[in-house]
């Protein structure tokens, strides 16, 4: 089933955050349909660095062909700005479908952008993001390749202005919409309000950022086709890995901290290692 009929139905799609391999893996085990490449999941964890544009489309792409090679799950990457005016926009358009992307998220930032929870973002003229949708929309090679288009103009210029800019990218080609960082319940219903049976509507939980928290059944029943929750993922392993480092330097071993660790032999469960192993053998003609 591609994307764009998943989210179709009525049911809300729930897509976690990753930001390599490894987690694409675990969230796939977990049961997930669909993945989602956080570049500010990828800022924190490749860069060490805060979600204020310093990721590169380069660095994007990367990560997105080693989660092609591990998992056959649609993967909706974000774009940010496109990394560029419209022609760069189309560049990463046609990147990113080259590694494997079934959807791309692009804003409404000025370049570089920052997280759109953070104060003090800047926003494009309207006309040059339905430029870049377009510009977008004429690169891609599949249909099946979505374009979501996010505007950050609530903490801009306001909530009535982010949904005419909404309008105006939906007219532009929009596949789907992500009006980012709406402060309330009554803002959230407005989005829906406006928007119900034109496009999908996606939603971002944050712990801590600007939304209020909601679970995806909540969302589903005001109108919401996609949940995402992109850097959740981060923020749980920062927190175990810096416990296990403080417990390591407190004990000089692992002992203490064992029962919050997989062991070797079950992280290479879960890596499948036993099952590529055997894959290999049956390419070894080394033997008489």
Do not use: W
């Not at 959807?103 to 930032?109: C, F, K, P, T």
């Amino acid at each position: 089933m591609s994307l764009r009929t998943r989210l179709a139905d009525t049911s809300i799609l729930i897509a976690p955050g990753v930001y390599d391999a490894l987690t694409s893996t675990l969230a796939e085990a977990a049961g997930f349909e669909t993945l989602y490449l956080s570049g500010a999941a990828v800022a924190y964890t490749r860069l060490g660095r805060p979600d204020i544009g310093l990721s590169s489309v380069s660095e994007m792409v990367d990560t997105m062909a080693l989660i092609r090679d591990r998992t056959e799950l649609p993967v909706i990457i974000d774009a940010d700005t496109g990394f560029g005016n419209a022609l760069n926009a189309q560049r990463t358009m046609r990147l990113y479908e080259r590694a494997g992307a079934n959807a791309l998220q692009m804003e409404d930032q000025t370049y570089p952008k920052r997280c759109g929870h953070l104060a003090d973002k800047s926003l494009i003229p309207t006309g040059e993001m339905t430029g870049k949708i377009k510009a977008m929309a004429d690169a891609r090679t599949s249909k099946d390749t979505l374009i979501i288009a996010r505007t950050d103009a609530i903490a801009v210029e306001g909530f009535d202005a982010a949904l005419d800019r909404a309008d105006r990218y939906v007219d532009a080609g929009a596949d789907a919409l992500f009006i980012e960082a709406p402060q309330s319940m009554e803002q959230l219903t407005g989005i829906v309000d406006r928007f119900k049976n034109r496009v999908p509507l996606m939603a971002n939980m944050v712990e801590g950022g600007a939304t209020p928290m909601r679970t995806a059944n909540d969302l589903e029943a005001i109108g919401f086709s996609l949940v995402i929750f992109p850097g959740g993922i981060v923020r749980a392993l920062s927190r175990t890995a810096e416990d296990y480092y403080a417990s390591l330097k407190t004990h000089g071993s692992n002992t203490p901290f064992k029962d919050r660790m997989f062991d070797f032999s079950a992280l290479n469960e879960r890596l499948g290692t036993d099952a590529m192993l055997a894959a290999g053998k049956r390419y070894d003609e080394s033997e008489p």
